[in-house]
Structures are given as structure tokens and as C-alpha cells.
């Protein structure tokens, strides 16, 4: 610390006869003040205020991020129990995995980077049976989006007008 001015020890200054600050003085208010400044952020953050304030609600597509993820599953398990659908249900699965990816960039939250966890059916044992098994699954997540994009606000009723419109598809082209 460089002080620009006269510090008498002891006694006065030449400057100002009437007040003699000491350099102890002048180091002590110095060290109030800095001690001051850093004690006095600690008080805004909550340190020394214990109110539980409540943790925010969960956000409402949360769910839809995680019904993405379970459909991208079930195309890839049964894409792989049946290899002769692969070229059709392998796309389908990416559109899912991208639909969550989409959701949780919105709703500020991560994609899970591990491997998918394993649909909650098996595959159907037969072609047939997937498809019809994977239409039943396309149809009721579009219902549950539909009902996600009508109580979601503006901002975000884009985006699951889209994916409502990517499950329609996905039921067409299952057939």
C-alpha cells in the first residue's frame, strides 16, 4: 500500500495541525474496510439466512423428455430383435432421440449419455406384432403431447406441435 500523504507517528502534520493520524490508524480502518467487504457479500448469499425456501416444481416436459427417450428404446430394441425392420424403425428412433435432446436443451437439463435404458415391453415376436406393438406406443405419446402442447405456453407449443406431428407420422409409416 503506497499512502500519497504525510503520516505523522505520533504527531501532527504539517499540512494539517489539528488532526495527527497515525499510520497504525489509517492500516486499521483500512483492514475494517476490507474485512467489511468481503463479510458483507457473504450476508447476500444466504450464509447466515437458513429460510428453506421450497425447491421449484419440476418442469411439466420433463416427463416428455423421458417418453422420448423410452420410445427411442423400444424402436432400437425391436430394430434389433427384428433385423428386417431396422431401416424403418432405426430413423424413427434417431427423431426420438432427437425430439429429447431438443426438450431438455429448452427445459435446461441433460440428456442422459449413457446407453438408453431398456424399453419397459419386450419385442413383439413377430414383424407384425412390433409394428402394431410400436403404433399403440407412437399413439399414446402423441396424446400425451397433444395435451403437453395445449398447457404449454406460446414459446414452447412450436416445438411440441411439431413432435405431435412427428408421432402422427411415425403411426403412418409403421403401417
Known sequence: MVLT???GI???TQRDQASGHSRRKLLGVGALLVLGGTVTPLTGCDL???DDQPAPPPDPLRPMVDESLALAAAYRAN???HPELADRLNPIAETHTAH??????VIGVTVPSAAPAAPTTAPAADPNGAR???RALEKTAQQSAAAACAAAPAERAALLGSIVAARATHQEALK
Open 5 to 7: 500523504w504525510p503520516v
Open 10 to 12: 505520533g504527531r501532527t
Open 48 to 50: 447466515f439466512d437458513r
Open 79 to 81: 430394430a434389433t430383435a
Open 100 to 105: 429429447a435432446a431438443e426438450l431438455a436443451r
Open 132 to 134: 402394431t406393438a410400436l
